[in-house]
């Protein structure tokens, strides 16, 4: 689903690539005036692992909550509720997936990741600890969705996201420094 031309509140901007595809919606890299952005279309695929209320009322309720307690995340610049689209910083980067693959994974990108949970298991909160959900930037590693759900263990970053950051040597140095 690439479109050429999207709006967001009637402002244009010029879709370059599909960016990527999660559980709410197409991430899509997005040009005016040589500014780069994510325009995000929310979409309604059915999801049988997940429960969705309304998309795009999470995504600014989410976004806001982890602003709040000091996520580093990419600013929200506006949201089409018409459209249900919404237009974010572009974080240029390599996400911790592609890093992982290449084998390029650093052990102060864990560091960054135990210091986010700090901040989110304080706040009661989980995030989505996929690995294709965060982008190193200037080696500051940032949360480029903004999904977040009460906490609960099983769903944390210790039993659940670890699993898909394992296998590197930065991952059995972060374990043996946290355990």
Not at 6 to 21: P, R
Not at 37 to 43: G, M, R, T
Not at 107 to 123: G, I, K, R, W
Request: hydrophobic content about 35%; glycine content about 4%; charged content about 25%.
């Amino acid at each position: 689903m690439i479109i050429k031309i999207a709006t967001v509140n009637e402002k244009k901007y010029k879709v370059v690539k599909l960016l990527g595809k999660g559980k709410g919606g197409y991430s899509y890299l997005a040009v005016d005036k040589n500014q780069h952005y994510v325009l995000k279309q929310i979409h309604h695929e059915k999801c049988d692992y997940y429960n969705f209320g309304n998309k795009i009322e999470s995504e600014i309720k989410d976004y806001q909550q982890l602003a709040e307690i000091g996520i580093k995340l990419p600013k929200m610049h506006d949201v089409d509720l018409k459209h249900e689209r919404i237009l974010k910083e572009y974080i240029d980067g390599e996400t911790i997936y592609d890093l992982i693959c290449q084998n390029k994974m650093k052990a102060e990108y864990m560091n960054q990741v135990h210091d986010m949970c700090s901040l989110l298991y304080t706040a009661n909160i989980n995030i989505d600890y996929f690995p294709t959900n965060f982008v190193v930037q200037n080696d500051e590693v940032f949360y480029i969705d903004y999904e977040c759900n009460a906490y609960m263990d099983e769903w944390n970053f210790e039993n659940w996201g670890i699993k898909y950051w394992s296998m590197t040597p930065e991952f059995i140095k972060y374990m043996e420094e946290h355990s």
